[in-house]
């Protein structure tokens, strides 16, 4: 049972333009949402996060939109940049358990320049 | 500040054989984790410590699993027998308590023959 889920494989934008990755999740029990970011032979690093109390954070070039009645959320990258190339995983953590993440497939991402 | 430091990078090995696996969290953070991830999947966690106690392994197959974090810093995931599903990146990661932000090694790819 795939608690979270990125139903995209992977995404391909021009540089310069809009990436928007998308995650679901079933759980309505989980009270902070993540994105994380991995380079090919990296392990993943934290990239923005979001708490179920509250419907967006920015940073940056990087939005999180958190749309709780329909159990999505989504990371928004503008512009997006050549650099930005990777595997974004969505990561949601349960509540009352303060350590345990559950993680999405992972969505690549390739910004053409 | 150092990260999280695991060793080795990759791991052949035949089947059967015993494997083990290092990590060194980041100084200060009494939450370490194992997770395991599979080729085009996200991370799973395996096995959760807080400080030098096993909190989470409900997910760690115990048969052929074990783990160590007698200290409570570094810690050592072992396999015995591995087995040729077991080929995976075992990524270990740490956190300070009470905090939704994990801070992942680069991970250990382990292939079995």
């Known amino acids: 049972d795939q608690q979270v889920k990125q139903n995209s494989p992977s995404l391909s934008v021009q540089e310069g333009r809009i990436s928007i990755l998308n995650c679901d999740y079933t759980?309505?029990?989980?009270?902070?949402f993540l994105w994380y970011k991995k380079y090919p032979a990296e392990g993943p690093t934290f990239l923005i996060s979001?708490?179920?109390?509250?419907d967006k954070n920015e940073d940056g070039r990087f939005t999180v939109f958190l749309n709780k009645s329909a159990k999505h959320l989504s990371l928004h990258i503008v512009p997006s940049q050549p650099g930005d190339s990777a595997v974004y995983f969505c990561?949601?953590?349960?509540?009352?358990?303060?350590?345990?993440?559950?993680f999405g497939q992972g969505t690549t991402l390739q910004v053409k320049p | 500040e150092a990260g999280v430091v695991q060793s080795p990078r990759y791991k052949i090995i035949e089947k059967k054989q015993p494997v083990a696996f290092w990590c060194n969290p980041i100084?200060?953070?009494?939450?370490l984790y194992w997770y395991l991830q599979n080729l085009g999947q996200g991370p799973e966690l395996l096995i959760r410590?807080?400080?030098?106690?096993?909190?989470?392994d409900s997910q760690l197959p115990k048969d052929r699993f074990s783990a160590e974090r007698l200290k409570g810093v570094d810690s050592t995931l072992k396999i015995q027998p591995a087995e040729l599903g077991d080929s995976a990146v075992y990524l270990c990661?740490?956190?300070?308590?009470?905090?939704?932000?994990?801070?992942f090694g680069e991970g250990s790819r382990l292939t079995v023959l």
């Open positions: 759980n309505s029990m989980f009270d902070y």
């Open positions: 100084s200060g953070h009494n939450t």
């Open positions: 410590y807080e400080n030098e106690e096993a909190v989470d």
């Open positions: 979001i708490s179920s109390i509250k």
């Open positions: 990661a740490s956190s300070q308590q009470n905090t939704g932000e994990l801070f």
């Open positions: 990561a949601a953590r349960p509540s009352g358990n303060t350590g345990k993440l559950i």
